[in-house]
């Protein structure tokens, strides 16, 4: 099985003073870990030993096997979520992503808005994503280990609202936490790729359409 723990794409301290080395080195090297430890060891000796963490995720949800799921899922959501932050992120955003936005939500303070409730108002442990959904974006948030990969859904940027990802900086002050990710940390150039990638699937999937009626 190559399923491994992928590294950070920063340094532990590069997100400082907003998400601090020592919350980095427990969320990373404890629980990510943990998530990929097991789905490593739950796959073992199964057909999908061998399979991507993307095909477990699908597999799994599919057939109910709700542990394969839950650990496979939290694995794959973690490091989408360390790609969504960066060193000298946030604020406005930039690029395609930016003008979907404003053509969605009227501007961004709207969107901030929304993205805010959909994280804060999160019962319990989950996440909230921005995704495109067809040819709309869409704040949305999950709970537990779900995932918009198991939808028509398109992740593009997403925050962890367990506790394990904000306690130790931000104690219970959830709300805190979610806007020094707005402000600070969020990756604007990491949405915009995962952006051109869903809108390049949809032109192809269109012109594919096309051909295929021609014939």
Do not use: C
């Not at 920063?10 to 789905?39: C, F, M, N, Q």
């Not at 973690?78 to 790609?83: D, E, S, V």
């Amino acid at each position: 099985m190559n399923l491994t723990l992928p590294p950070l794409p920063y340094a532990l301290d590069a997100l400082e003073p907003h998400i601090s080395r020592r919350t980095l080195a427990v969320h990373h090297g404890y629980h990510h870990a943990a998530y990929v430890d097991k789905t490593r060891t739950l796959a073992r000796g199964t057909p999908l030993e061998s399979a991507t963490l993307e095909d477990i995720i699908h597999s799994s949800a599919g057939s109910g096997n709700t542990g394969l799921f839950n650990v496979a899922a939290q694995a794959w959501n973690h490091a989408f979520y360390w790609q969504s932050m960066r060193p000298g992120g946030g604020g406005e955003p930039t690029g395609a992503v930016a003008q979907l936005i404003t053509r969605q939500f009227g501007d961004q303070r709207t969107f901030s808005q929304k993205f805010v409730t959909a994280a804060g108002d999160r019962f319990g442990s989950g996440w909230a994503w921005l995704v495109l959904d067809g040819d709309r974006l869409e704040v949305t948030s999950t709970s537990n280990a779900q995932t918009p990969l198991t939808t028509t859904a398109v992740p593009l940027l997403t925050i962890d609202v367990w506790e394990h990802a904000y306690y130790l900086d931000f104690q219970q002050r959830r709300l805190d936490y979610i806007a020094a990710f707005l402000a600070h940390l969020v990756n604007w150039e990491f949405a915009n790729q995962n952006l051109d990638v869903a809108l390049g699937v949809q032109r192809n999937q269109l012109q594919a359409g096309g051909t295929s009626n021609a014939m």
